[in-house]
């Protein structure tokens, strides 16, 4: 069956845009996490979703960042005013079930670069 | 702040050379290890989720082992061959058990031909 996938594989903006990225996760997993790895780290969380609701978004480093799943499927992160920083590669993981140890599905990634 | 951390960084191995590499991770409060391979361009496998004191898992010439009192896990590679070369994670989880991953820095391992 078909796997995570996420939109666009690589995204360039330059500083001060908004972008989104979008995340389709495994049908019927009900928990999806999105992840971000910058250069030269492992991926850190940043938020998690357990059906149409954000359960933990403590990992979102600050407002500029925002995420939803307004059906419980399809997730988009959000981020405003980008900035150099933000450059990384962004991970959409989903799960059966949140907790446990339900494996995570990941996806490829987008790697977003901000010039 | 829970830390996860690998070593080596990076390796650089000959084809059919073995190889080992190390996880530490806090011992108090563990729920369970996770072990993923991302190769370049693709999407992170998961390898083996470890939960018990003493665990061991094999699959084809990879495995590894748990101990939690302690805090580490090792991943061994036997016979090393070019389609090995990638990022290994491993990752255990925040407390609450959310599912929330905390994943280590990685070690690139390249196998050279």
Known sequence: GAGVSQTPSNKVTEKGKYVELRCDPISGHTALYWYRQSLGQGPEFLIYFQGTGAADDSGLPNDRFFAVRPEGSVSTLKIQRTERGDSAVYLCASSILAGGINEQFFGPGTRLTVL | ?113
């Open chain 2, 1 to 113: 702040i829970l830390n996860v951390e690998q070593s080596p960084q990076s390796l650089h191995v000959q084809e059919g050379d073995s190889t080992n590499f190390t996880c530490s991770f806090p011992s108090s409060n563990f729920y369970a290890l996770h072990w993923y391979r991302w190769e370049t361009a693709k999407s992170p496998e998961a390898l083996f989720v470890m939960t018990l004191n003493g665990d061991e898992k094999k699959k084809g010439q990879i495995s590894a082992t748990l101990n939690t009192k302690e805090g580490y896990s090792y991943l061994y590679i036997k016979g090393s061959q070019p389609e090995d070369s990638a990022t290994y994670l491993c990752a255990t989880h925040a407390p609450g058990n959310t599912g929330k991953l905390i994943f280590g820095q990685g070690t690139t391992l390249q196998v050279k031909p």
